[in-house]
């Protein structure tokens, strides 16, 4: 991720002025956006750029509340990571605060646990940042139009949403609040996975190194479980594969290895 990193941190370079700079950062499953923000992150604290990392996926909904989406709305969202199983409002009032210079408490989610961590772990950080990385799966993205709704795009949409409630549920969930608070983002770098094929594989590293840190008892998900679990993010992710590109205003290209192919 060397070239990412370098090329990420010049555009950067030109991109930030003299307010609380608010970066996007898009990539699939697996990509190494987290890798990314962190060695970039890193990267400008020691330059005296007061940078910190929001991730998407810390703004996951309680296992409680979703499960009462479940039950009210559809059993998908049971499962954590479509747009609809995230605190947006959280991220708002996050991204406000960077914007308006306030000290901010960093939520973390235990995927672990499938639960927020105790609120007495969250990062609190005190006087204004300089720069928030804002990433995550799907950060960025749009909706799709209505009728790329009307088909299953495999087979978890076939036999659990066969008359699509759940992906209207989420493309509406984009097109109304994930649109308001992906407008705080200044500027939008998508890492582009050379297809959704190459996913379960990334999705699958990721789940393997979990598992070699997760304490004892803690719930981590075995493969055929992680090929059911991805398939509730792969509409998404065609769609952002397709679409971001066109509006993202840098975009790195990914081999099947996670290597950057070519220099924006």
Same mark, same amino acid.
Do not use: F, I
């Given at each position: 991720m060397t070239g990412s990193l370098e090329a990420v941190e010049r555009a950067l370079d030109g991109w930030r002025g003299d307010r609380p700079f608010v970066?996007? &950062?898009?990539? =699939?499953?697996?990509?190494?956006?987290?890798?990314?923000?962190?060695d970039l992150a890193q990267g400008l604290n020691a330059r005296g750029i007061r940078t910190a990392i929001?991730?998407? +996926?810390?703004?996951? &909904?309680?296992?409680d509340r979703r499960a009462e989406m479940a039950r009210v709305v559809h059993p998908l969202f049971a499962t954590r990571g479509a747009p609809g199983t995230h605190d947006? @409002?959280?991220?708002?009032?996050l991204l406000e605060a960077v914007?308006?210079?306030?000290?901010?408490?960093? %939520?973390q989610f235990d995927k672990s646990t499938d639960d927020? =961590?105790?609120?007495? @772990? *969250? =990062?609190? &950080? +005190?006087?204004?940042? +300089?720069a928030l990385i804002f990433e995550g799966w799907c950060v960025g993205a749009r909706p799709q139009d209505e009728a790329?709704?009307?088909?299953?795009? $495999? =087979?978890l949409e076939?036999?659990?949403? %066969? +008359?699509?409630? *759940?992906?209207?549920?989420? $493309?509406?969930? &984009?097109?109304?609040p994930y649109a308001e608070l992906f407008a705080r983002i200044d500027r939008l770098l998508l890492l582009a996975a050379p297809g959704f094929e190459v996913v379960e594989r990334w999705r699958l590293q990721q789940e393997h190194a979990l598992r070699a840190q997760a304490p004892d008892?803690?719930?981590?998900?075995s493969d055929a479980e992680i090929a059911t679990f991805i398939q509730h993010y792969e509409r998404l992710t065609r769609h952002i594969l397709f679409d971001m590109p066109t509006y993202a205003d840098r975009v790195l290209r990914l081999d099947a290895d996670r290597h950057l192919k070519d220099e924006p």
């Open positions: 970066l996007g &950062l898009c990539g =699939a499953q697996g990509s190494g956006k987290s890798t990314l923000s962190a929001l991730s998407l +996926d810390d703004l996951y &909904l309680s296992h947006v @409002e959280r991220g708002l009032a914007k308006a210079g306030r000290g901010v408490t960093l %939520p927020p =961590a105790p609120e007495v @772990e *969250w =990062a609190r &950080l +005190d006087g204004p940042l +300089d790329a709704l009307a088909e299953p795009v $495999n =087979a076939g036999e659990r949403d %066969p +008359d699509g409630v *759940w992906r209207h549920h989420v $493309n509406a969930a &984009l097109a109304g008892g803690a719930r981590v998900m």
